[in-house]
């Protein structure tokens, strides 16, 4: 009986003692999975964050992500400087894995590996240089797009590693290009839709265009406004306004100069609706005269096959360190973005790294367990 | 004795100065009346009726006590995930007596809900936060209500009753030398000065008896906004290099309970079964959402010859503009039976269920807010025995009744119209079971 006593006198203690749990409400929460986004602090990354990827000699830059699985895979591949004899640096695609989505085959940190270089210049209309890499798995194929100075090539490969290239660009400037088009098309961003179709969408002239294949071997540009002749880009600047005019604490327009970078992840939403979400950089001139150019990562989309993208006013992104060339992997619950940009703060031109970012930003990593052993 | 309870009552009515909102207006107060979907503002004569119909509790034949407890979990998703919105759970108590003063029959009456995690929730989100806007947090509080009832005539009860809420006001003050280059050695001094002023609000209820097996009700509760006023001021010196104010003034409505006219009849057709009916006007366009209104003054003058490399100044933030919720008058349509399916001498079985349909006041969401809320319907059940004990040593009735109460709620897609929206097109589902308790003692 003393015993039964001291047990429901030690049990209504512990009870009393206890605390009322920490309010709910808010988890996962629904998210468009584009952000905005946080970038990675030092416990989530083994090299300085929020860098994941970083060489001043490679010069990793304008990234592009597959997810692997639904746990945080990612294969990268990347734009690089290949050191050649001579001295000289010729630009390539390089391509690592990480299976956290931060520990990256030879990335920040893993100073024995170094990421495999997977295409390089090798076609005369390429003209010495491939990069801004956008690749997407289609089936067993894994497809990368490529710029270089005669347009928008393509490689495939079914191991990933071992590409074939398209013997000529898949989409180019030709005399059918509309006036906007003042430049041959770069930055590429191919996805592939639900009805099978490849969409591409690229940077020209500081605006976003967009074109159409059914196979994703031969492109034709895409307006977004049948009801007028002309075939108009799908996204320009912002209109520029004078930050004397604005609301205390309201700021400009981050993207009053150019777009471009752009990187496209559709999705179909539990409404059954075609989201074209798409993530791309943003200018616009600053300082006293105007001289300086500050970019962030913005995120502009549309409902639908086609038509023009309506922006959102907020940046997704933004670190003042001369962010862009975005690209995402996401998964179920969360993605990460990954942009290049300055590595230092005080070096004039800084050297650039691949910089991660993470969405949910109200989530906290844990800490990163160990590089990918394979590219 | 009447004078006693008298003074008693108007002591009990006046003391009530603690305060609280309205989980009894979501989930009901005690098992009865929960048992009958709420539909018992012209039936209530027991403990329920402090919140129900304050009239009610003169129609109590002798001092009754209740005490029980409730729990109610949510289970309401946004695009299939649970968002674990917090049970609400606590004890619901109170006491009736009934009495006289001269020849006028008269009664006091209180309600106590107890919550057993936390007295109070305090929760000012973005708008843009998707959130369950009528579960998420204004369940989560203490609800004490005092009343007072007369029967003037033998066919009219009158009641009501005043109830006290608490409103906060506080502040933050931030002052010293802050470090930046070796944050340890800052040295800052805090003061915190908070408030808690008090807010009324009546409720008055009006009970007829139009025919010996027939009641009407009115009853109507009033609104009331629970404030929350947070300032925070930060003012000192930043590495002897310059020196920052930063001023926050923040003023939301933490949590709003709108007017509500009842108009209720119960009907006893037979002298086993009883059936109530209730009509509720809620005055939710009146709605104030939860989201703070921020004003915020900063000032960081740049050092002399500039900020060092790496370091840049904040900016001052936007200020928010708060969208209108929009929200809707409802009329919320309560019915409830009651059937007395075994009776002795000395033992009473009931049997009851109910059924309300609360059709959501809240637009769809399609654009930058995200109020979730879904049409509800709710349909409960429960049983009651009544022992009716005369000994010596108590003489009177206890009753023990349980309720279970099964809340759907209608699955329903909301579609954005930018689709530059961060949150997007999301479903949002649900249900939500409320069951418990109670015990009471009439002597």
């Known amino acids: ?375 | 004795m009447g004078r006693r309870i008298a003074l008693l009552g108007a002591a009990t009515f006046f003391w009530t100065s603690a305060a609280f909102a309205n989980p009894p207006d979501t989930f009901g107060f005690g098992s009865r009346s929960t048992a009958l979907a709420g539909a018992v503002s012209a039936d209530a004569t027991d403990v329920s009726a402090n919140y129900y119909n304050p009239a009610g509790i003169v129609g109590a034949k002798s001092f009754s006590a209740m005490v029980g407890y409730f729990r109610v979990d949510h289970h309401l998703a946004l695009n299939g995930q649970d968002t674990h919105v917090d049970p609400v759970r606590g004890i619901n108590a109170g006491f009736v007596i009934p009495g006289r003063i001269r020849s006028l029959p008269v009664a006091i009456g209180l309600a106590l809900h107890l919550p057993d995690d936390r007295i109070s929730r305090v929760r000012a989100l973005r708008q843009e936060q998707p959130r369950w806007e009528l579960y998420d947090n204004r369940n989560q509080r203490l609800y004490l209500a005092a009343n007072v009832a007369i029967r003037p005539f033998s066919w009219l009860e009158i009641g009501g009753g005043v109830s006290f809420m608490s409103s906060t006001r506080g502040r933050l003050d931030i002052t010293g030398k802050a470090e930046i280059f070796s944050p340890q050695n800052s040295s800052l001094r805090h003061e915190v000065d908070a408030d808690l002023t008090a807010i009324r609000y009546p409720q008055v209820g009006v009970r007829v008896h139009v025919h010996p097996r027939a009641s009407l009700a009115v009853v109507y509760r009033a609104e009331f906004q629970l404030g929350l006023d947070l300032d925070a001021r930060l003012y000192g010196d930043v590495s002897a290099l310059t020196t920052a104010y930063y001023q926050l003034a923040t003023s939301s409505v933490n949590a709003f309970l709108p007017r509500q006219l009842v108009f209720g009849g119960s009907w006893r057709v037979r002298d086993d079964v009883r059936v109530n009916a209730d009509l509720t006007w809620v005055n939710w366009s009146a709605y104030v959402p939860p989201v703070a209104q921020l004003n915020v003054d900063l000032n960081i003058p740049p050092p002399a010859g500039g900020w060092p490399a790496g370091i840049s100044a904040p900016t001052t933030p936007a200020p928010i503009t708060i969208l209108p919720i929009g929200m809707r008058d409802r009329l919320v349509p309560r019915l409830g039976f009651e059937w007395n399916a075994f009776s002795t001498e000395r033992i009473d079985l009931l049997v009851r269920g109910g059924y309300e349909y609360a059709k959501s006041p809240i637009p769809r969401q399609t654009g930058t807010t995200n109020y979730v809320d879904l049409d509800r319907h709710s349909m409960s059940a429960g049983l009651g025995v009544q022992w009716h004990v005369k000994s010596h040593i108590y003489s009177g009735t206890l009753s023990f009744d349980t309720h279970l109460q099964w809340s759907e709620l209608v699955s329903q897609v909301f579609e954005k119209n930018n689709p530059a929206d961060f949150i997007g097109d999301y479903r949002a589902s649900g249900h939500i079971l409320n069951y418990g308790a109670s015990i009471a003692a009439q002597f």
């Open chain 1, 1 to 375: 009986m003393r015993a039964f006593v001291i047990v429901i006198m030690a049990v209504s203690i512990f009870a009393c003692a206890t605390l009322a749990s920490e309010g709910e409400g808010d988890r996962d929460l629904p998210t468009a999975g584009i952000g905005p986004f946080r970038k990675l602090v030092q416990s989530e990354v083994f090299g300085v964050a929020p860098f994941v990827l970083q060489d001043n000699q490679l010069a990793y830059r304008e990234p592009s992500a597959i997810a692997t699985d639904g746990n945080a895979g990612v294969i990268l591949f990347v734009g690089a400087d290949e050191a050649m004899k001579d001295g000289g640096k010729t630009p390539v695609i390089a391509r690592t894995r990480a299976n956290d989505g931060r520990s990256f085959y030879g990335g920040a940190g893993d100073f024995t590996h170094t990421p495999t270089i997977v295409l390089r210049p090798t076609e005369p209309w390429e003209k010495g240089s491939v990069g801004s890499p956008s690749a997407l798995a289609v089936g067993d194929t894994t497809y990368l797009y490529y710029a270089c100075e005669g347009g928008i090539g393509l490689a495939r490969s079914k191991d990933g590693f071992a590409f074939t290239k398209e013997p000529l660009p898949v989409f180019a400037r030709d005399a059918s290009a509309p006036p906007w088009e003042t430049t041959q098309p770069k930055a590429p961003s191919v996805a592939h839709f639900p009805d099978g179709t490849f969409h591409l969408i690229y940077e020209s002239g500081g605006v976003l265009g967009e074109a159409v294949s059914q196979d994703g071997l031969s492109f034709r540009r895409l307006d977004p406004d049948p009801s007028t002749p002309d075939v108009e880009p799908i996204m320009g600047p912002s209109l520029d306004v004078d930050p004397a005019s604005l609301p205390k604490g309201v700021l400009p327009p981050f993207d009053t100069l150019r777009v471009g970078h752009p990187c496209i992840v559709p999705r179909v939403t539990v409404a059954g609706r075609l989201h074209v979400r798409v993530l791309y950089s943003g200018y616009r001139r600053s300082g006293a005269d105007g001289s300086n150019v500050t970019s962030a990562v913005g995120f502009a989309a549309r409902y639908g096959e086609y038509g023009f993208l309506i922006r959102n006013s907020t940046p997704v992104f933004s670190a003042d360190r001369h962010e862009e060339a975005p690209a995402l992997a996401e998964w179920e619950r969360a993605s990460m973005l990954y942009v290049h940009e300055d590595y230092s703060t005080t070096t004039t031109p800084s050297p650039i790294g691949i910089a991660a970012a993470f969405s949910p930003p109200s989530l906290t990593l844990p800490d990163p367990v160990a590089f990918s052993d394979s590219p």
